[in-house]
């Protein structure tokens, strides 16, 4: 499909008409000699004074007019609009918080298999799915224990962001647990981030005994930035230490923040958790849509110079001709 990007150009198309209906001919002031015999001269050689200019020579006049349609046409911007072509670009940025302090290396869940795992493994193994699942999103992960630290950014390469996952190994990041320090990193990082809607998923086992700030400051600080955590609770609430799971904080941290928290005695309510969360924040891209154009404006003015041309040449030409023809006939 052809248009013109600027069509209004085509409302000065009668202006030659109008300038040759209303203005008065152009005419020059030449010396001459005068002649008081001339029109006895004229009758005597049988020929007769002729006017020169476009007004008396049909050609001239229609090639103007010709000249100068095609000259507007290619000022109007002749374009062909090529198919568009599509971009979908993500409108939410979620960040994954796994703990991977000492206590994640409990088995007391089980893999796919059935068979007994470490929390860790039966962890991985549930978010994976989660990932694929999230093929439009920008996923990130920070890996928490002693301090927080970032495995993977903000990113829609989910294979290198699969890859970094399995390689997270229980007590990289110390046998501690920093839950403040890893919702402190997460803002920083979504500080970074131009999307609106922001999502935290936090996942621990255990109690803060080792953030720079307190778990509901942070929260407090998230919420300022309109940032949603949901939290997971995996850990047991009977133990003592740095095993015990705060579960009251983690209740308060996504209250705090507009999440959802959620508890997870097992793997199969653990998947249930990841699927919930799906649902909670749903795919949504925006389309981004570019219509390529090709422009044409060069072909009428190519053909307005060329047919400029040609006159030109002809009335170079013809003199030429006529004074070979007059030699011939001699």
């Known amino acids: ?136 999103d920008r996923l990130g992960l920070i890996v928490f224990g002693s301090g927080a630290y970032p495995q993977a950014p903000l990113t829609l390469d989910h294979s290198s962001l699969s890859l970094l996952l399995a390689d997270t190994g229980i007590g990289m990041a110390g046998p501690n647990t920093a839950i403040g320090d890893a919702i402190g990193l997460s803002l920083k990082l979504l500080d970074q981030a131009h999307e609106q809607e922001k999502v935290v998923i936090l996942l621990t086992d255990g109690n803060d005994t080792s953030s720079a700030i307190t778990p509901e400051h942070a929260a407090e600080m998230a919420a300022d930035k309109g940032v949603v955590i949901h939290t997971i609770g995996i850990g047991d609430p009977s133990a003592t230490g740095e095993a015990k799971v705060n579960l009251s904080g983690l209740e308060q941290i996504a209250r705090l923040t507009g999440g959802q928290y959620f508890r997870a005695q097992d793997r199969g309510s653990l998947d249930q958790v990841y699927s919930t969360l799906d649902r909670l924040t749903p795919h949504e891209v925006s389309t981004l849509s570019h219509l390529p154009k090709r422009q044409l404006f060069h072909w009428p003015l190519g053909a307005a110079l060329l047919l400029l041309a040609l006159y030109n040449l002809g009335a170079l030409l013809r003199p030429r001709l006529a004074a070979m023809r007059q030699r011939q006939e001699a």
Do not use: C
Request: charged share 20%; no cysteine.
């Open 1 to 136: 499909m052809w248009q013109l990007d600027y069509p209004w150009m085509l409302f000065l198309l009668p202006l030659p008409w109008l300038g040759y209906r209303y203005l008065p001919a152009y005419r020059e002031a030449r010396s001459a000699l005068r002649v008081p015999f001339f029109a006895a001269m004229s009758r005597a050689v049988g020929e007769a004074p002729t006017a020169t200019g476009s007004r008396n020579n049909a050609w001239q006049l229609w090639l103007n007019l010709l000249v100068w349609a095609l000259l507007l046409t290619a000022v109007a911007r002749p374009v062909f609009v090529e198919k568009p072509i599509e971009h979908l670009q993500p409108v939410r940025d979620l960040l994954l918080a796994i703990d991977i302090s000492q206590s994640m290396e409990t088995q007391d869940f089980t893999n796919a298999a059935g068979q007994m795992t470490n929390r860790l493994a039966a962890v991985k193994e549930v978010v994976q799915g989660f990932i694929d699942k999230r093929k439009q």
